[in-house]
């Protein structure tokens, strides 16, 4: 099959799309030699077909904010692929939003989510909502008048969102009691509720600990372990502030985090009151790192730069897309880096990756070493669907040993002549295979 032309004809339907056309370029780069052996895929139309979201939702979101002021935001939902299971996946609230990096989410989705071994299909949606300095009551205004519109599209056995940047705690409660007041029910529409009413324990650490648990898979095919390694994390997140925290349980030194404003360079290592106080940082809803410096002595705030020019052993990129650049790749691998393991979604260039898998260095991919959060997302479901809940040892173990078959799965497709493990390749086959076999399955729709 002629990748290059199929390319080509998406970028000329999709202009502009930067994200989402990266993302897809980046799978499409890992499936020749499946799309080769298997010709029923083309016949039957799969790549065209899976490329394309089922539907988009898009919509205005109009809401009064504390001065009393009449604003509109952008509201979205993208239901990408349904063929394993309901759409799935989180709602994204940053200025920066629009269709094409919620189309780039929703189709890497289908592929975490595929990975999992969980029945969830893939999506993603958001607004261009901006949280920094907004009042908690703004916020539920805001999420409120989001719902009005989104519970329509929404529901347990269809579309259940949850969180992404922007989106936590306090704002999943503000959508869940919207949509129970709108559709006269009580159930799991959205996952990463709170303890008391519907939420699985460990989903606000999954997502870090799942992607630690992967990063330990992965330098255990080379005989090591974290103790005593040192590590560069970015972000001051929901991700961060897990990888952060079992990291240093695991006998790791973290020695960064970042915001907008810069990084924090910590040689003493993020630990105890530390971690805690990323979370007071985060909830100040002031979207700066650089308070951290000032409280913790011994530290040091770099303004205006990225952590990827500290010496590190393990790289975490937990920010955003596109956060760590090819200039960045080239000083971690001068610096000795041996495991890059992305908790965002597609926080490297694709210049990025291929610096670090030139060099040989484990790279592994978000959708398989994120995926933890959404894989626990899928655990809240099947509690909810129960009406049961599990304890924390339990979400934890299971947590657990999803990662490690996801880690499994990239092995048995991804292992190269030379041993070495393309991840990006392994996770991209095995995450297609389940979700293109089903369609074939389910004709043509
Ligand atoms: P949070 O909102 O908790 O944290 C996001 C972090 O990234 C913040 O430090 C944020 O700073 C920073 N950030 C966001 N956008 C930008 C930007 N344009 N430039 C610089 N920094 C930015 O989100 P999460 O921790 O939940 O998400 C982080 C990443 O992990 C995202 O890629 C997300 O898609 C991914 N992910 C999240 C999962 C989850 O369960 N939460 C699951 C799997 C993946 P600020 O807000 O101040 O801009
Ligand atoms: O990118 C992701 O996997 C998430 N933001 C989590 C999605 C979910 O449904 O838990």
Same mark, same amino acid.
Not at 48 to 53: A, L
Not at 223 to 248: D, E, I, L, R
């Given at each position: 099959?002629?990748?290059?032309?199929?390319?080509?004809?998406? @970028? &000329?339907?999709?202009?502009?799309?930067? *994200?989402?056309?990266?993302? @897809?370029?980046?799978?499409?780069?890992?499936?020749?030699?499946?799309?080769?052996?298997?010709?029923?895929?083309?016949?039957?139309?799969?790549?065209?077909?899976?490329? *394309?979201?089922?539907?988009?939702?898009?919509?205005?979101?109009? /809401?009064?904010?504390?001065?009393?002021?009449?604003?509109?935001?952008?509201?979205?939902?993208?239901?990408?692929?349904?063929?394993?299971?309901?759409?799935?996946?989180?709602?994204?609230? %940053?200025?920066?939003?629009?269709?094409?990096?919620?189309?780039?989410?929703?189709?890497?989705?289908?592929?975490?989510?595929?990975?999992?071994?969980?029945?969830?299909?893939?999506? =993603?949606?958001?607004?261009?909502?901006?949280?920094?300095?907004?009042?908690?009551?703004?916020?539920?205004?805001?999420?409120?008048?989001?719902?009005?519109?989104?519970?329509?599209?929404?529901?347990?056995?269809?579309?259940?969102?949850? !969180?992404?940047?922007?989106?936590?705690?306090?704002?999943?409660?503000?959508?869940?009691?919207?949509?129970?007041?709108?559709?006269?029910?009580?159930?799991?529409?959205?996952?990463?509720?709170?303890?008391? /009413?519907?939420?699985?324990?460990?989903?606000?650490?999954?997502?870090?600990?799942?992607?630690?648990?992967? &990063?330990?898979?992965?330098?255990?095919?080379?005989?090591?372990?974290?103790?005593?390694?040192?590590?560069a994390v970015s972000g001051f997140g929901n991700v961060s502030w897990g990888v952060v925290t079992k990291?240093?349980?695991?006998?790791? =030194?973290?020695?960064?985090?970042?915001?907008?404003?810069?990084?924090?360079?910590?040689?003493?290592?993020?630990?105890?009151?530390?971690?805690?106080?990323?979370?007071?940082?985060?909830?100040?809803?002031?979207?700066?790192? &650089?308070?951290?410096?000032?409280?913790?002595?011994?530290?040091?705030? %770099?303004?205006? =730069?990225?952590?990827?020019?500290?010496?590190?052993?393990?790289?975490?990129?937990?920010?955003?897309?596109?956060?760590?650049?090819?200039?960045?790749?080239?000083?971690?691998?001068?610096?000795?880096?041996?495991? @890059?393991?992305?908790?965002?979604?597609?926080?490297?260039?694709?210049?990025?990756?291929?610096?670090?898998?030139?060099?040989?260095?484990?790279?592994?991919?978000?959708?398989?070493?994120?995926? !933890?959060?959404?894989?626990?997302?899928?655990?809240?479901?099947?509690?909810?669907?129960?009406?049961?809940?599990?304890?924390?040892?339990?979400?934890?173990?299971?947590? %657990?040993?999803?990662?490690?078959?996801? %880690?499994?799965s990239c092995v048995k497709y991804g292992t190269e002549k030379d041993g070495y493990i393309n991840y990006?390749? !392994?996770?991209?086959?095995?995450?297609?295979? =389940? @979700?293109?076999?089903?369609?074939?399955?389910?004709?043509?729709?």
């Amino acid at each position: 099959m002629d990748l290059q032309k199929f390319m080509n004809n998406l @970028v &000329a339907k999709h202009p502009g799309e930067k *994200e989402y056309l990266q993302a @897809v370029r980046e799978v499409l780069e890992s499936l020749e030699e499946v799309l080769d052996a298997n010709p029923q895929f083309e016949a039957a139309g799969i790549l065209d077909r899976i490329v *394309e979201p089922d539907r988009i939702l898009t919509f205005k979101v109009p /809401w009064v904010d504390d001065h009393g002021k009449v604003q509109v935001n952008l509201g979205y939902r993208v239901q990408f692929n349904n063929a394993i299971g309901p759409y799935k996946g989180g709602l994204r609230f %940053h200025p920066s939003v629009n269709l094409s990096i919620l189309k780039f989410l929703g189709f890497e989705q289908i592929f975490k989510n595929s990975l999992t071994t969980l029945p969830m299909g893939g999506g =993603k949606g958001g607004s261009d909502f901006n949280p920094k300095g907004r009042s908690d009551a703004e916020v539920m205004r805001f999420c409120q008048a989001f719902m009005l519109e989104l519970w329509r599209m929404i529901g347990p056995e269809t579309d259940v969102p949850a !969180g992404d940047i922007g989106v936590g705690g306090r704002e999943i409660g503000f959508l869940y009691g919207m949509y129970k007041k709108l559709a006269h029910e009580n159930t799991g529409v959205l996952t990463g509720k709170g303890i008391n /009413w519907g939420g699985s324990l460990i989903r606000p650490e999954a997502t870090g600990f799942g992607a630690t648990y992967f &990063a330990k898979e992965m330098l255990a095919t080379k005989g090591q372990t974290f103790a005593g390694k040192t590590v560069a994390v970015s972000g001051f997140g929901n991700v961060s502030w897990g990888v952060v925290t079992k990291v240093t349980e695991l006998g790791g =030194k973290v020695v960064t985090i970042s915001g907008p404003d810069g990084y924090i360079y910590d040689p003493n290592g993020i630990s105890g009151e530390k971690i805690d106080y990323m979370l007071e940082l985060r909830a100040s809803n002031m979207d700066v790192v &650089a308070p951290y410096a000032d409280e913790f002595p011994g530290s040091e705030f %770099h303004a205006g =730069k990225r952590p990827w020019e500290v010496k590190a052993d393990v790289a975490m990129p937990c920010a955003t897309q596109n956060e760590l650049g090819v200039d960045d790749a080239k000083k971690l691998v001068a610096n000795g880096v041996t495991c @890059v393991a992305e908790g965002a979604n597609m926080p490297c260039t694709p210049e990025a990756v291929e610096t670090f898998q030139h060099a040989k260095v484990l790279f592994g991919p978000g959708k398989a070493v994120n995926a !933890g959060g959404v894989a626990t997302s899928g655990l809240e479901m099947t509690q909810n669907s129960i009406k049961m809940g599990w304890t924390s040892e339990e979400v934890d173990a299971k947590l %657990h040993h999803i990662m490690v078959s996801i %880690h499994n799965s990239c092995v048995k497709y991804g292992t190269e002549k030379d041993g070495y493990i393309n991840y990006v390749k !392994g996770a991209n086959i095995a995450g297609f295979l =389940k @979700v293109a076999n089903s369609m074939l399955d389910q004709g043509i729709l």
